[in-house]
């Protein structure tokens, strides 16, 4: 069946995209104002984009028009920003910290989260995730009046001790990580324990076909 995007309302056509784009990695991004006051919450619309640099990009929808939520004010005015990655033992927490809270209620104080201090940027780092990034802003691509893509350059990352395998090697211990995912509707999330190997093909190894 074909959707037509140019003529679908917005709601509309995020019903389909989150319903289809899964699963999606969780982005729990924790931001810091002028005046010292962290701000938490959970993004879905979230990836990876590159190496050198080192760059993820965050997807932040507002509350209504002119509203870009606490994270999105607390980056333009800070530039600086952690991303913190969901485990399922931190996702009774990780919703927490999704409600729509006042300004000036802390999402970790509710949450039962404790923080630790970043080395590089101010926001601190949830101490009970198991991955970190700590990211400073490289850029804001406004799409309208109430939505913004971030793009962050990664200057540090913290994985925790357990499932770093050979730190001089950079290899992690994936599957102790233990994260979920974004699937579809408004509370569809999925494990990462479900796997299967598929190497990738080799071109001398594939047989072209006439």
């Not at 965050?58 to 509350?63: A, D, L, N, S």
């Not at 919703?95 to 949450?111: C, G, K, R, S, Y």
């Not at 406004?142 to 925790?160: F, K, Q, S």
Request: charged letters at 25%.
């Amino acid at each position: 069946m074909l959707f037509d995007f140019t003529t679908l309302a917005a709601q509309d056509r995020y019903k389909l995209m989150v319903s289809t784009i899964v699963p999606r990695p969780i982005a729990w991004v924790v931001t810091q104002d002028l005046d010292g006051r962290v701000n938490a919450a959970p993004y879905s619309f979230f990836n990876a984009f590159a190496n050198e640099p080192p760059v993820v990009m965050i997807g932040i929808g507002g509350r209504k028009p002119g509203d870009a939520k606490d994270t999105g004010n607390n980056i333009r005015e800070t530039d600086e920003f952690v991303v913190n990655l969901v485990s399922e033992e931190t996702a009774q927490a990780m919703n927490v910290t999704a409600i729509d809270f006042p300004h000036d209620v802390d999402e970790l104080v509710q949450a039962g989260l404790t923080t630790i201090p970043s080395t590089k940027v101010k926001p601190p780092r949830i101490a009970e995730s198991p991955v970190a990034f700590e990211c400073e802003r490289m850029m804001a691509i406004e799409l309208n009046h109430d939505r913004t893509l971030i793009l962050g350059r990664v200057v540090a990352m913290h994985v925790r001790d357990d499932a770093v395998m050979n730190p001089e090697r950079c290899y992690i211990d994936t599957p102790k990580l233990n994260l979920i995912g974004r699937m579809h509707g408004a509370g569809g999330y999925v494990r990462t324990t479900d796997r299967f190997e598929m190497p990738r093909i080799k071109l001398e190894d594939w047989v072209v076909r006439e």
